[in-house]
């Protein structure tokens, strides 16, 4: 006799949003269980929206990772702004990232609302940063506000990652799965490369200069009989200064940033790389809508 399965799948999409730094590509990536998604100390390091895919026999969760919430100044930062926004319209659950050791970003939980009537869910992430009675007292103000479903988690250590994911996953619709379940990203291999160099020089360089860096990947060549795969990339600056600070003194700094970079990107595709920086200059790139459509960003909808 066939016994016919009750199971129902469930699917969608689940968006990871807060301020800047909160940790939000960390937690994505331990949802997932690899890195895909850049981290670095500095704020504003996610640009554009990332889509990570974690399934199993019974759900598939797609995130979303997004750049962190602010008052947009200039182009590029109306771009991620408003990537952000459409990942929260795009979104079937909400998961509202909180650093519970930077009163700003608690402050950006209180007042954070989307009036949607979708699933949320709130993290408390960096809960090594406080105490446990700290963290007590935070889960009542916030389940006073309402909020039922609270997770906290210290994603650097991958602590209480399990339980943020099962509580996601118990949000998700019923769906057919929405991507082939083998699937991990539907981001090209080629945008992970730019975006493994642009980490890179965010980890290397100080001040304006690493988020006036742009990165192009140009070539993308395998090659047979055991030789290294051939990356060509263009680091782009917005002023002749900046290259130089990017080259460095004899080509130093653009030698060690190749050098770290290659040994991420032969980690992530599993193969020997060969891998070609140059630098150039694209004046003022962030200000201007034609640059970032050239570049492959969202163009703000005030400047189409
Ligand atoms: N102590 C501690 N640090 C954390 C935790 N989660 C993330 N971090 C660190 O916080 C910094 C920012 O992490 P990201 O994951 O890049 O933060 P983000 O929210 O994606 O930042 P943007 O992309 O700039 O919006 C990194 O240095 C992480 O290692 C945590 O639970 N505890
Ligand atoms: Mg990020």
């Given at each position: 006799?066939?016994?016919?399965?009750?199971?129902?799948?469930?699917?969608?999409?689940?968006?990871?949003?807060?301020?800047?730094?909160?940790?939000?590509?960390?937690?994505?990536?331990?949802?997932?269980?690899?890195?895909?998604?850049?981290?670095?100390?500095?704020?504003?390091?996610?640009?554009?929206?990332l889509?990570?895919?974690y399934?199993?026999?019974?759900?598939?969760?797609?995130?979303?990772?997004?750049?962190g919430?602010?008052?947009?100044?200039?182009?590029?930062?109306?771009?991620?702004?408003?990537?952000?926004?459409?990942?929260?319209e795009?979104?079937?659950?909400?998961?509202?990232?909180?650093?519970v050791?930077?009163?700003?970003?608690?402050?950006?939980?209180?007042?954070?609302?989307?009036?949607?009537?979708?699933?949320k869910?709130?993290?408390?992430n960096?809960?090594?940063?406080?105490?446990?009675?700290e963290?007590?007292?935070?889960?009542?103000?916030?389940?006073?506000?309402?909020?039922?479903?609270?997770?906290?988690?210290?994603?650097?250590?991958?602590v209480?990652?399990?339980?943020?994911?099962?509580?996601?996953?118990?949000?998700?619709p019923?769906?057919?799965?929405?991507y082939?379940?083998?699937?991990?990203?539907?981001?090209?291999?080629?945008?992970?490369?730019?975006?493994?160099?642009?980490?890179?020089?965010?980890?290397?360089?100080?001040?304006?200069?690493?988020?006036?860096?742009?990165?192009?990947?140009?070539?993308?060549?395998?090659?047979?009989?055991?030789?290294?795969?051939?990356?060509?990339?263009?680091?782009y600056?917005e002023?002749?200064?900046?290259?130089?600070?990017?080259?460095?003194?004899?080509?130093?700094?653009?030698?060690?940033?190749?050098?770290?970079?290659r040994?991420?990107?032969?980690?992530?595709l599993?193969?020997?790389?060969?891998?070609?920086?140059?630098?150039?200059?694209?004046?003022?790139?962030?200000?201007?809508?034609?640059?970032?459509?050239?570049l492959?960003?969202?163009?703000?909808?005030?400047?189409k």
């Amino acid at each position: 006799m066939t016994t016919l399965s009750t199971h129902t799948f469930r699917a969608g999409f689940v968006t990871l949003v807060g301020l800047p730094n909160v940790g939000k590509s960390t937690l994505l990536n331990a949802l997932v269980g690899e890195r895909l998604s850049i981290i670095t100390p500095k704020a504003q390091t996610t640009q554009r929206k990332l889509r990570a895919i974690y399934s199993n026999d019974s759900h598939q969760a797609v995130f979303i990772d997004t750049p962190g919430i602010m008052e947009p100044r200039y182009t590029l930062q109306r771009s991620m702004h408003e990537e952000a926004m459409s990942a929260i319209e795009d979104a079937d659950v909400i998961v509202a990232v909180i650093d519970v050791g930077f009163s700003p970003s608690i402050e950006w939980g209180i007042s954070f609302n989307p009036s949607s009537g979708k699933p949320k869910i709130l993290c408390f992430n960096k809960c090594d940063r406080i105490s446990k009675k700290e963290l007590v007292a935070l889960r009542e103000r916030f389940a006073d506000l309402g909020w039922e479903d609270i997770y906290t988690t210290d994603a650097v250590k991958e602590v209480g990652i399990k339980p943020l994911r099962s509580g996601i996953l118990a949000q998700l619709p019923e769906s057919a799965p929405l991507y082939p379940v083998d699937e991990l990203s539907d981001t090209p291999v080629r945008e992970f490369i730019a975006e493994m160099i642009r980490e890179t020089c965010l980890e290397e360089l100080v001040e304006e200069v690493p988020y006036s860096i742009a990165v192009q990947v140009e070539q993308f060549k395998e090659r047979r009989r055991g030789k290294p795969t051939y990356i060509e990339a263009v680091v782009y600056v917005e002023r002749e200064s900046q290259k130089g600070i990017v080259v460095g003194t004899g080509g130093t700094m653009i030698r060690k940033i190749g050098t770290r970079t290659r040994v991420k990107i032969e980690k992530f595709l599993e193969q020997r790389v060969y891998l070609e920086l140059r630098v150039k200059v694209l004046p003022n790139w962030r200000k201007k809508t034609h640059q970032l459509r050239v570049l492959g960003f969202r163009v703000p909808t005030q400047e189409k």
